[in-house]
């Protein structure tokens, strides 16, 4: 009979025992790496909303002065400013049908 002596591993024991431990040790790296990673990214995202909320209140700002000079009063007043009349007779409504 052959005694199997203390410590010698089988056929591919000591790759399996290496993959394993490589594993384990490569865990919290790859752990740390996806934090940072969501990190990042959560930071491109607030960046994006602020950017996105400066442009909105922009878009308000100047829908509002649209809607200021396009006003019949502001229309009025740029027409007498220039020496021209409203007559009402001269308007013409098309409806489309």
């Known amino acids: 009979m052959k005694k199997n002596k203390k410590g010698t591993f089988f056929k591919g024991e000591k790759f399996i025992y290496f993959l394993l431990f490589f594993v384990i040790a490569s865990m919290p790296i790859c752990t740390v790496f996806t934090k940072a990673l969501l990190s990042e990214s959560n930071i491109e995202v607030e960046q994006m909303k ?29 027409a007498d400013e220039k020496g021209l009349s409203y007559n009402n007779d001269n308007i013409k409504v098309i409806h489309e049908s």
């Open 50 to 78: 602020a950017k996105i909320e400066n442009q909105q209140d922009v878009n308000q700002s100047l829908s509002m002065q649209i809607d200021e000079l396009a006003s019949l009063d502001k229309i009025q007043q740029v």
